[in-house]
């Protein structure tokens, strides 16, 4: 897994998974399974099964099936979502603007968020040893990632759209509790060295062994004034979340209704192994009550995210593909032709429209780019068809 981490070579090692796990599973599918979700243990949560050999090595699993991730074995169970009707079976006989209906619900867009700086406090207001170990830097894309997401919603759906140092905790966690649908496109971080440095983790054997039992501590979103650390009172005793939510707090939060969220930032997917999963935001989300989460399994460059991005969202709204078929969709036009794809980055409307469609008609172009860049993506839950 570090080769794909790392964008190197990993044709064996991929092959190797799929013989001795893929392989193993797919012989039992019944004929003509196309949608397969999938509950990874420990290290395989890390995979992005995506990218793994097709039946020939011309192809990937993506060019096969529509994979989902579930955050345990029994999930559809356990919310009712098992089904024998085929994806999509809802949408049949629906008209447009039905199906529209059936994904319209209020909007949280979060992103372009300044670190250096929130509502009531700036960097030179925040004394020299409140100041974090570590400096989140500014994702300048992430602001045309909106700009994207929200070009592509239905005009009558409901929006809020929250950005630089009014993109604090307090005001996310205020517009997620009234929302449907949220894209939150901002730095995540998993088990980084110097979140458990302030933590105070490798000091203290009673924190370790906390940290141990509650790894959601050590997930986190940075959001406004990240980079100023928590205020203190007098006796230096923090009286806020400085900036971050933990997946602690999130995984605590009444999410029922919210039916989609999207985490564009890196890392957002990753987590500690457990014996049922990985516990990660995507978990942290969905023990919330968040029904469908799309997150990153490992750093995914700004623009490239933006593009991809882009292109589900067109998949999702344009299309009127379900949300599992949209990011497929979005990751196959990526390998077909990156170059192409990014070029869509600068068109708006019918223009982007018509490029996106062409885009997908065509032929997969020879020396397909990285798996770091398009299979970072991955969908947890049942999808909205």
């Not at 570090?2 to 893929?22: S, T």
């Not at 006989?93 to 250096?116: C, I, K, M, P």
């Not at 469609?357 to 993506?377: C, D, I, Q, Y």
Request: a negative charge; charged letters at 25%; one cysteine or more.
């Amino acid at each position: 897994m570090d080769a794909v981490h790392r964008g190197l070579p990993a044709d064996e090692a991929r092959k190797i998974l799929r013989e001795r796990v893929w392989a193993q599973v797919e012989e039992r599918f019944s004929p003509g399974t196309r949608r397969v979700f999938i509950a990874p243990d420990g290290m395989l949560a890390e995979i992005p099964w995506c990218a793994l050999p097709g039946r020939t090595d011309e192809r990937f699993l993506l060019d096969e099936y529509v994979l989902g991730l579930l955050p345990y074995g029994a999930y559809l169970a356990d919310r009712g979502e098992v089904s024998e009707s085929p994806p999509g079976a809802a949408d049949r006989g629906r008209t447009v603007d039905e199906r529209r209906a059936a994904s319209d619900g209020a909007w949280l867009l979060v992103g372009n968020v300044d670190y250096d700086r929130r509502t009531g406090v700036t960097r030179r207001d925040a004394p020299a040893s409140d100041q974090r170990p570590f400096h989140w830097e500014p994702l300048p894309y992430t602001r045309v990632e909106l700009d994207d997401v929200a070009e592509s919603l239905p005009e009558a759906a409901n929006r809020v759209r929250v950005e630089g140092a009014e993109a604090t905790t307090d005001r996310v966690l205020q517009e997620l509790a009234k929302c449907r649908f949220a894209h939150i496109a901002t730095h995540a971080f998993f088990a980084d060295p110097r979140i458990q440095a302030e933590l105070g983790v490798d000091r203290d054997p009673a924190r370790h062994a906390v940290v141990r039992r509650h790894p959601l501590l050590l997930n986190g979103i940075a959001f406004a004034g990240a980079n100023l650390g928590p205020s203190r009172d007098p006796l230096g005793v923090p009286t806020d979340d400085g900036g971050v939510l933990t997946g602690n707090i999130i995984a605590h939060l009444p999410l029922a209704h919210l039916e989609l969220v999207v985490l564009s930032g890196c890392e957002t997917g990753a987590g500690a192994a457990s014996g049922d999963g990985a516990v990660g935001l995507q978990r942290a989300f969905h023990l919330a009550g968040a029904r469908n989460v799309v997150s990153t399994l490992w750093r995914v460059d700004d623009r490239s995210t933006a593009v991809l991005m882009k292109l589900f969202y067109h998949f999702r709204h344009d299309e009127h593909l379900g949300s599992l078929e949209a990011l497929r969709q979005a990751q196959l036009a990526v390998l077909r032709d990156p170059d192409q794809a990014e070029s869509l980055a600068a068109l708006r409307g019918p223009d982007f429209r018509k490029a996106a469609r062409k885009l997908v008609a065509s032929e997969p172009r020879s020396g397909r780019l990285a798996e770091r860049v398009w299979a970072g993506f991955a969908h947890s839950g049942p999808g909205i068809d």
